[in-house]
Each structure stands twice: as C-alpha cells, then as structure tokens.
C-alpha cells in the first residue's frame, strides 16, 4: 500500500514536472525550424539537446512513476513519437511532416480525454494510478 505523500511533497513534485515538460516544449520549440525549414544544425542543436534530455528525464519519471505507462496509450504514442522521429534520419526529405505529426499526436495525447490517455492496451481497459490486477 503506498502511503500518501504530504501537500508539500505533492507540490514539489507537480512543480518538477512542470519545468521539466516547459523545458520540453521550449526545447521543441527551438528545434522546430531545423525539421520544418531545414536550417543548419547548428542555429538549433542546443535546443534540440535541451528537447531531448527533457524527453528522457520525462520519460523515465512516467515509468518511476507507474511502469503501466508503458501499456497505456500515453506512453505508447511517446514512444511512437519517437519512433516517428528515428524515421527522419534515414528519410529526412519527410522530416517536416513526421515532425508535424509528431506535434499533433503530442498535443492529442497531452489534450485528450483521460479516458484515451490512460486505456491499457495490454488490459484492455481505463488503468488510473499504479493498479496492476490482471
């Protein structure tokens, strides 16, 4: 049984989380122009540096946090994302558009209902929490 944590643990921890996913979007942000206009490397390497240490540390703080993530849509589309992202290295004629849909499914995932964020695919059901029955 996990005890719960206090207000200001909570806070700390919302607030963590928060930085790390403005930095994220920053990140982004920033390295947008390299995959949409195909600008050098190096006008956007720091931001895209900055993207994907945040993505990581973000990643693994979701699985810390409950390793359902991996089987809930939330986590699978990420790791579609990156999936879609790794095709832009061997086809980087396409990079615009994976990147774009990339975008879209990031904003549909963080967005959507929680319904959809939080289905198992592996339970076939809505899993909330760390519950792991079946």
């Known amino acids: 049984m996990n005890k719960p944590i206090s207000d200001q643990r909570f806070y700390q921890l919302r607030m963590g989380k928060t930085t790390l996913r403005a930095l994220h979007v920053l990140g982004i942000a ?22 994907m240490l945040s ?3 973000l990643t693994i703080w979701e699985i810390w946090r409950s390793p359902l993530w991996l089987v809930q849509l939330k986590g699978i589309c990420t790791l579609g994302k990156v999936a879609l992202l790794g095709l832009c290295y061997p086809w980087p004629a ?41």
């Open 30 to 51: 920033g390295a947008a122009g390299g995959f949409l206009y195909g600008l050098d490397s190096a006008l956007w390497r720091n931001w895209w540096i900055l993207a």
């Open 55 to 57: 993505g990581v540390v």
């Open 94 to 134: 396409l990079a615009p558009y994976l990147f774009s849909a990339i975008l879209l499914l990031s904003i549909y995932i963080a967005h959507g209902p929680s319904q959809f964020r939080h289905y198992s695919i592996k339970h076939r059901r809505v899993l909330r929490g760390k519950e792991i029955k079946g």
